[in-house]
């Protein structure tokens, strides 16, 4: 089963009109514009749909973020310790 908590995270962030650093809005969009599947997703998937139209708000949200000027941004995630 596939977690979203990161798409959880964007809708809310751009339900609520969050403000995001710079510093920490650019690699959170990186991810989605650097994923493989961004360009060609699958839009029969009502998330993914979502997702797609939240990334692109989001990084018109101020401060403005350029998605196209994000491709190639290596992005490294570290997953969190659980117990």
């Known amino acids: ?5 990161t798409e959880v995270l964007l809708d809310d962030l ?3 009109g ?10 959170f969009l990186a991810l989605w514009v650097n994923d493989r ?5 699958d839009w029969e998937d009502p998330i993914i749909g979502l997702t797609q139209k939240n990334v692109r708000k989001f990084a018109a949200m ?4 350029d998605l196209e000027s994000l491709r190639g941004m290596k992005v490294y995630v570290i997953e969190p310790y659980i117990r």
């Open 1 to 5: 089963m596939r977690d979203y908590f």
């Open 14 to 16: 751009v339900e609520s």
């Open 18 to 27: 969050a403000w995001l650093d710079l510093e920490l809005k650019i690699p």
């Open 37 to 41: 599947d961004f360009d060609n997703p």
């Open 62 to 65: 101020d401060p403005v973020v």
